[in-house]
């Protein structure tokens, strides 16, 4: 597609459900990054797939957070039993390049928990 | 690991006028530094991109500056216009595909 495209682009989690966020990243990138931005803060690291391997997870706050890739296209970041630190936008970016030179983001996902 | 502080996190212009947004970072390791541009309610959008071999780097109304031996990387706009007005976050990157980026500066361009 012509842009990284990200679904939903709001959801409202009641405390203790899961929530599933997808990205469909530009057609062909490699490389496809999750970033979460909070509040008034700048974007923070979650994860890394090229293609359908999962290269880096050190962002990813609890083992609540779950990412995957499997046919190296769509990506999908799973919440399980969400709680109300985890309001925030989620970022997600493809880059055509083994390395993250000139990442496009999408419109991100605006997740609520009350 | 890497840190990145942006100055100022608000800044408002009369229109036509210049800003100048000012980030540091902390590893000598980094050597590639993009800018971003959000606007309300969107993704950033990678407005310019500097590497460490490169001291300034133009493209049209806006440049970036690099001072490698001080560690810190500047954004300029020239002849602002109100649509220039987002929040501006800086970032750095040691090389690979991970960014760390700075909190971000609200420009406001006054018409």
């Known amino acids: 597609g012509a842009g990284v495209s990200q679904s939903p682009r709001y959801k409202v989690a009641k405390r203790g459900q899961d929530v599933a966020l997808r990205c469909d990243p530009i057609?062909?990138?490699?490389?496809l990054f999750w970033y979460q931005q909070a509040l008034g803060q700048g974007p923070e690291f979650l994860t890394y797939?090229?293609?359908?391997?999962?290269?880096?997870k050190s962002g990813l706050p609890s083992d609540r957070f779950f990412a995957e890739r499997p046919e190296g296209s769509v990506s999908t970041l799973k919440i399980q039993r969400t709680q109300q630190e985890d309001s925030a936008v989620y970022l997600c970016?493809?880059?055509?390049?083994?390395?993250?030179?000139?990442?496009?983001f999408g419109s991100g996902t605006r997740l609520t928990v009350v | 690991g890497e840190n990145v502080e942006q100055h100022p996190s608000t800044l408002s212009v009369q229109e036509g006028d210049s800003a100048v947004i000012k980030c540091t970072y902390s590893d000598s390791a980094s050597n590639y530094f993009p800018w971003y541009k959000q606007e309300l309610g969107k993704g950033p959008q990678l407005i310019i991109d500097i590497r460490s071999n490169v001291g300034e780097k133009k493209d049209q109304r806006i440049a970036v500056t690099l001072n490698k031996t001080a560690k810190h990387f500047s954004l300029h706009i020239t002849e602002t216009q109100p649509e220039d007005s987002a929040v501006y976050f800086c970032a750095a990157s040691p090389g690979t595909y991970k960014y760390i980026f700075g909190t971000g500066t609200r420009l406001k361009v006054l018409a």
């Open positions: 970016a493809s880059s055509s390049k083994g390395t993250g030179d000139g990442y496009t």
């Open positions: 797939f090229q293609n359908e391997a999962q290269l880096d």
């Open positions: 057609s062909g990138h490699v490389s």
